[in-house]
C-alpha cells in the first residue's frame, strides 16, 4: 500500500481569546426539497485573515454566538466542519462553507434551541462572525490522495466534509474509486442531493449509495443503514475494500461506527481494524459500551464522529 502521508496544517491561528471576524456571503436550505429538518449551507468569506491558504478540507472552524447563557457566561464555542475544499467554495479560496442543522429538541416538555447552531442558521449574507481555528490534524485526505480508493460513510451533517473532498479529488483528475454511503432518515433529508447525483452520472468512478433508514425496507424486512450497505452492495464494495490502496473515512452520530466495524470483521476484512482483545465468536456479544476495548480503526480508517 502506498504511504498515507497526511499534510502538515495549521491549528489554531485564532482563537476563543483572540477570534477574527468573517462576513456570511450565502447562506441557504441544503436539502433537496422542504424537510421537518433545517440544514442550511453558510459560506464567509475570510478576505484579509490568515485563514486564507491555511484551512484544509476536513479541518473545522469554530463558531462563537454572541451574548451569554444563564449564569452569565459567554455562549459556548462551537466547531463546525469545514464542507468546501482546500481551493475554497467554488474556486475561490477567501471563501469557505460549513453546513448547519438547526438543534431544535424537547426537554422536559420544554422547546430548546441550540444557541450556535440557530444562530448561524438565521444569519444574512453581510452579517459578521467571530470564528476560531482552524482546528483538526488527522481528519484529511493525504498528500497523495490520487493514490488510493475511498469509501467515505456519513450520517447527517457529517456530509460536510465529504462534500469537500469529493470535489477536491475530482478537481484533481482523480482516476481511482471513490464511493459516499449517506443515511439519513427520510428523503427530504438527503443533504446535497443534486450534486452528488450529477456526480454519480457523470463520474464513472464516482458511487453515491443514500440509504434512507424509516422509508425504505430491504428484503428481509429491516432498515437500511450506513453498515447495511457492506452486504446490500457488496458486489461494489467488496472488490473496493480488498484493495491494499484503499481508505475509510466516517463521520456523523456517534455510534455509527460500530455497525461498519462489524460488518467489515464479518466480511474479513480486519485489515481495516485493529484487534485488541480476543473476539467472541458471536461478534454481536461484545457489550456496546466496550466495543473499543474489542476493536479500534486502523491506520487505513478515519473517524470523526459526535
Do not use: W
Request: glycine share 6%.
Amino acid at each position: 500500500m502506498s504511504e498515507i502521508k497526511l499534510p502538515e496544517v495549521e491549528l489554531n491561528i485564532y482563537s476563543k481569546k483572540e477570534p477574527v471576524e468573517v462576513t456570511v456571503v450565502e447562506n441557504h436550505v441544503a436539502t433537496k426539497d422542504s424537510s421537518p429538518n433545517f440544514v442550511r449551507h453558510i459560506t464567509f468569506d475570510i478576505s484579509g485573515t490568515e485563514l486564507v491558504d491555511n484551512i484544509k478540507v476536513g479541518q473545522s472552524l469554530g463558531v462563537l454566538p454572541p451574548g451569554k447563557d444563564e449564569r452569565g457566561r459567554p455562549h459556548k464555542l462551537r466547531l463546525y466542519s469545514v464542507s468546501s475544499p482546500s481551493s475554497g467554495e467554488k474556486g475561490k479560496k477567501h471563501l469557505i462553507s460549513t453546513t448547519v442543522k438547526r438543534t431544535v429538541e424537547e426537554l422536559e416538555s420544554k422547546i430548546y434551541l441550540g444557541v450556535a447552531s440557530n444562530y448561524l442558521a438565521d444569519l444574512k449574507p453581510g452579517d459578521k462572525v467571530k470564528v476560531t481555528g482552524p482546528s483538526g490534524r488527522r481528519f484529511l485526505l493525504p498528500e497523495n490522495a490520487k493514490d488510493f480508493n475511498y469509501i467515505f460513510f456519513a450520517t447527517g451533517t457529517g456530509i460536510a466534509p465529504f462534500r469537500g473532498m469529493i470535489q477536491e479529488l475530482f478537481e484533481q483528475d482523480y482516476q481511482n474509486e471513490c464511493v459516499l454511503v449517506f443515511g439519513c432518515p427520510y428523503r427530504t433529508d438527503l443533504l446535497y442531493a443534486d450534486f452528488f447525483e450529477e456526480m454519480d452520472q457523470n463520474k464513472i468512478k464516482f458511487h453515491y449509495l443514500p440509504c434512507i433508514s424509516r422509508e425504505d425496507r430491504r428484503e428481509d424486512g429491516s432498515k437500511y443503514y450506513v453498515q447495511t450497505m457492506l452486504d446490500e452492495r457488496n458486489d461494489l464494495l467488496a472488490p473496493i475494500l480488498a484493495k491494499d490502496n484503499t481508505l475509510i473515512y466516517i463521520c456523523g452520530m456517534k455510534g455509527m461506527e460500530t455497525g461498519i466495524y462489524l460488518q467489515l470483521l464479518s466480511q474479513g476484512f480486519k485489515d481495516y481494524l485493529e484487534i485488541r482483545k480476543e473476539l467472541p465468536e458471536n461478534l454481536n456479544d461484545i457489550p456496546k459500551d466496550k466495543f473499543k476495548r474489542f476493536i479500534k480503526p486502523s491506520v487505513r480508517v478515519f473517524e470523526e464522529v459526535y
